[in-house]
């Protein structure tokens, strides 16, 4: 058995199905694959797969990097790999990505900005909630994965959540 399978074995040994409702803020900073069933208010981080199954209501600013709706959503989602909208999706809202599957009969009011794979320094303080300064100093100091690309920083987003995955940010 492979590495990879071992992390998967893992991830899937990490899976939460929740079938209430619930209001407030969910975290989970190791990969976990979480499905909603309920009713949910608040706010969601996420790392592995969140389902929002076919029975679900929610209202929420959601971050995580898989994500696959089957239910009724409304707020923000970025994702940092995938969104899937299945067939009986309702979802209201803007959503960033790099990558969009919208499978026929799945219903999606908003927004979509599809994420580059590379980064410039208001994109990537965007991302990591950090003020531009702090972004150009780690970058000139070298504590943060960049290029310089003449005059601009360039940031490549899988490096940046390899980065973030082994908490440089402090």
């Known amino acids: 058995m492979g590495l990879r399978d071992n992390n998967r074995r893992e991830i899937e040994d990490k899976a939460i199905d929740i079938n209430a409702n619930m209001q407030g803020t969910l975290s989970f900073k190791d990969p976990v694959n979480l499905k909603i069933n309920g009713n949910f208010n608040g706010t969601m981080e996420c790392r592995g797969t969140l389902t929002i199954g076919s029975t679900a209501s929610v209202d929420a600013h959601i971050i995580g990097d898989n994500i ?25 809202g803007n959503i960033s ?9 799945a219903i999606f009011q908003g927004k979509c900005q599809m ?25 000139k100091s070298g504590k943060i994965p960049a290029a310089r690309n003449g005059d601009n920083w360039r940031f490549e987003r899988s490096r940046i959540d390899e980065w973030i995955a082994t908490e440089k940010v402090k």
């Open 115 to 139: 994420l580059d794979e590379f980064l410039d320094v208001d994109e990537l303080s965007k991302y990591l909630e950090i003020e531009t300064s702090s972004i150009l100093e780690l970058a």
């Open 68 to 92: 696959v709706i089957a239910g009724k959503v409304r707020g923000e989602i970025i994702a940092k790999k995938m969104i899937v909208l299945m067939p009986t999706a309702v979802l209201n």
């Open 97 to 105: 990505t790099p990558k969009l599957n919208i499978v026929e009969g």
